[in-house]
């Protein structure tokens, strides 16, 4: 009922930047929240940033913490993850999650790969 894309993902060196957006199609109005997730190399997922479709409540990981932010555009159809003083431990590969009234949905994924 709901599907997502990413995209964004890419090589980049320590301490730069990259921006990731995570497009929403199907009935994008059952949903209330979405979020950003990684999964590093020999890793467990773990949820990195989570904002409300409508509204400012935002929540992150310790981990990235004054490093990212996570926004929406103003109809909730569009997520981006903001990623900046990036470090070698942020190399990943990145999920666009919904949840919604219906479920949970899932994107297929993009690399980040962060080099020392």
């Known amino acids: 009922q709901v599907q997502l894309v990413e995209s964004g993902g890419g090589l980049v060196q320590a301490g730069g930047s990259l921006r990731l957006s995570c497009a929403a199609s199907g009935n994008i109005f059952s949903i209330n929240s979405m979020a950003w997730h990684r999964q590093g190399p020999g890793k467990q997922r773990e949820l990195v940033a989570v904002?409300?479709?409508?509204?400012?409540?935002?929540r992150y990981a310790d981990s990235v913490k004054g490093r990212f932010t996570i926004s929406r555009d103003n109809a909730g159809a569009m997520v981006f993850l903001q990623m900046n003083s990036l470090k070698p431990e942020d190399t990943a590969v990145y999920y666009c999650n919904a949840l919604g009234s219906q479920g949970a949905y899932w994107g297929q994924g993009t690399q980040v790969t962060v080099s020392s």
């Open positions: 904002i409300s479709r409508i509204g400012s409540s935002t």
